[in-house]
């Protein structure tokens, strides 16, 4: 068994002074630990290092791999904000337009490839995911209960997401090295080979006591000014940084475990080293019609791969499975009629939207006189081929994968900066649609 640990900070806070010496100070314990870590920054943040002059931290910084962490961070809107009121293919284009200078502003002021995204405080959105992949960016890294599988990494949108995990822990919130120390040692072990521990802080957190951005940003509302957040008494910097190296010092001494970045842990996930056979296809297909992640050959194809997988196969293609983000909006299929499954496989293969470039589901398929949804597209070409038969009745279908969004979820409680009445339900629609992409990493 291999313990990974993704230790990550989100460097952010551009308003407190007090917080670039706590930045300097835990970048110096790295140093001296040896720990390479994944530095999500603000851009207005790394700005006002170059603008202060602090060579001396942007200098250890270079030694880290360094991720976006939005511009502004929380000045609102925030994209949770903004793409509650758009499609998918609206929303991905609208934080394109909207995020990417910053993006590629910090890309040229570090100097690296910005290998992770995170959004501010708990405002995520699906529509962000076509963006990324747009841009080159591999993995997701925050922290909430919106969408998870079971506790372990998974894709999503294309890329590599690390949260809702069973392994979490974060030492300002959660108290001392021991307690970080003991939730080591009880680590779901739940995987193939390598197991992953992600631990997370604000380095204002070692030197304030209030988020800066809940200071100033509460409510939804933009302020006229911006103040600092409160201080720790003094010695508590000191105190934090010292369980962190002590905690460091504990993890390292074993053999098993190795401190990874958001880029090093792509390299752990198994691969399939065989080709995906029709027998592979046939016993999916047998086992239902619900649209849902399937595992072939070692490794998982999520629902659209799936789909388009059955489609190749009725069609007589390769069977290289093929993403595809889910449609804009579930619509019913309107049926006069039974349909060839190899005929409603082939418009399934030929005709597609586009997000940024990247393939997208209709919302509708038209076969004949009928126009068939992708959910009973997907179950009555699974009928179909489990029953050896082409001429089919349109069976109903349900996105079994969307399961795994948390409808639960309130925004608001954890994070105050919402306004009051901000309840974002298009969010976890466009979020359901797109578990068409959903599928476990295997590790």
Known sequence: MNRKILLWFDVEDYVTPETEEALYRLLKMLQ????????????????????NGRADILSMMHDHEMSFHMTDHSVHPVPTE????????????????????????????????????????????????????????P??????????????????????CYTKLNNLTHLVKDGTEGKMIADFEAMNLDCTDTVFLSIYDHPHELCTTEFWDEVNFAGGKNPPYLVPAPLRPEGELDKLIDQYRKFIAYTSARDDTEYVTAQESLRYEHQR???????????????GTEADYAEI??????????????????????????????????????????????ELAEVIFREHETVLGFKQLKSLYRVGDNFISPVDAYATIARAIAAGEDEQEVVT???????????????GGNWVLWAPDFAPRNIFEQTRLQTWTLKPAVF
Not at 139 to 160: A, K, R, S
């Open 273 to 287: 080293f065989r080709k995906i056979t029709e027998a592979d296809i046939l016993a999916a297909a047998k086992k």
């Open 82 to 137: 903004y793409l509650e009121y758009m499609g998918f293919k609206e929303g991905a284009a609208d934080f394109d337009r909207r995020e990417y200078p910053g993006f590629e502003r910090l890309k040229t002021l570090c100097g690296q490839n910005l290998t992770s995204y995170g959004h501010p405080g708990v405002a995520w959105a699906p529509q962000v995911f076509p963006a990324l992949r747009k841009w080159g960016v």
């Open 32 to 51: 001296e630990s040896g720990v390479k870590t994944t530095l999500k920054l603000c851009v207005k943040k790394y700005e006002q290092l170059i603008q």
């Open 397 to 411: 279908g349900r996105l079994k994968a969307g399961d795994n969004v948390n409808f639960d979820y309130v925004f």
């Open 139 to 160: 993995t997701y890294l925050d922290v909430h209960d919106i969408v998870g599988i079971n506790g372990q990494p998974f894709w999503y949108g294309g890329v590599l």
């Open 297 to 342: 050959g070692g490794a998982c194809c999520a629902a659209s791969e799936m789909l388009n997988l059955m489609a190749r196969y009725l069609t007589g293609r390769m069977l290289v499975p093929e993403l595809y983000y889910g449609p804009e909006k579930e619509e019913k299929s309107v049926v006069s009629s039974k349909v060839s499954a190899r």
